[in-house]
């Protein structure tokens, strides 16, 4: 947990509790949740967010339903797509099974989506590299009484991407790459043909 002052001078309590899905041997993030969000009030944060870690959008959502009432946000992430259910739950916590990545979206969760798609096709390993185009911020925005750091509401996913500009220069800027990389290998097997030719005369 960090404490953190907010623009307006309240106090703000930060949680990062981590599932237990495919992780057993973690402490139960439930009763943790709840004892830290205990020691929050006692310390005199007006807000606690919890940033929720987990595999599961079920795991996330039993921890919203669990922490209500008790934390201003739970705020689910690590599955890397921003999910569709931002709401305020009934005892004023507001909620998001994930909030998305910041990173580059013309990917596959962050990978370049070429080296993604041989993988599936293949059945092979392969090593990952971080796709480098149509980078985008992801983040909530909640809003919170002042007076009981109860929240009174949600924004979208508020993704901020590029600009249409930038994007399109950023596929011209792909596009180009991969022309030069075919162009590569058009004149490597042309030389090795020449090669060929040569060395049976």
């Given at each position: 947990m960090i404490v953190v002052e907010a623009h307006n001078g309240v106090q703000c309590a930060i949680l990062n509790l981590q599932g237990r899905t495919y992780m057993?041997?973690?402490?139960?993030?439930?009763?943790?949740?709840?004892?830290?969000?205990?020691?929050?009030?006692?310390?005199?944060?007006?807000?606690?967010?919890?940033?929720?870690?987990?595999?599961?959008?079920?795991?996330?959502?039993?921890?919203?339903?669990?922490?209500?009432?008790?934390?201003?946000?739970?705020?689910?992430?690590?599955?890397?797509?921003?999910?569709?259910?931002?709401?305020?739950?009934?005892?004023?916590?507001?909620?998001?099974?994930?909030?998305?990545?910041?990173?580059?979206?013309?990917?596959?969760?962050?990978?370049?989506?070429?080296?993604?798609?041989?993988?599936?096709?293949?059945?092979?390993?392969?090593?990952?590299?971080?796709?480098?185009?149509g980078a985008e911020l992801h983040a909530g925005d909640r809003q919170v009484d002042e007076a009981t750091g109860r929240a009174v509401g949600i924004a979208g996913h508020g993704a901020v991407a590029k600009s249409n500009v930038a994007a399109e220069l950023d596929q011209l800027a792909f596009q180009l790459t991969k022309r030069r990389h075919r162009a590569h290998q058009l004149a490597e097997a042309k030389f090795k043909s020449d090669a060929i030719v040569r060395f049976s005369a």
């Open positions: 057993p041997q973690t402490d139960c993030p439930f009763r943790e949740g709840r004892r830290v969000a205990c020691r929050a009030c006692r310390l005199g944060s007006m807000y606690g967010s919890s940033i929720s870690t987990r595999e599961l959008t079920s795991e996330k959502m039993a921890m919203g339903w669990y922490l209500d009432g008790r934390v201003s946000a739970v705020i689910g992430t690590h599955t890397h797509i921003p999910t569709a259910d931002t709401r305020v739950l009934p005892n004023g916590t507001a909620y998001q099974t994930d909030v998305g990545m910041t990173g580059p979206y013309h990917s596959v969760i962050g990978v370049d989506k070429d080296i993604i798609l041989q993988r599936f096709l293949t059945q092979l390993p392969v090593r990952m590299e971080a796709a480098r185009h």
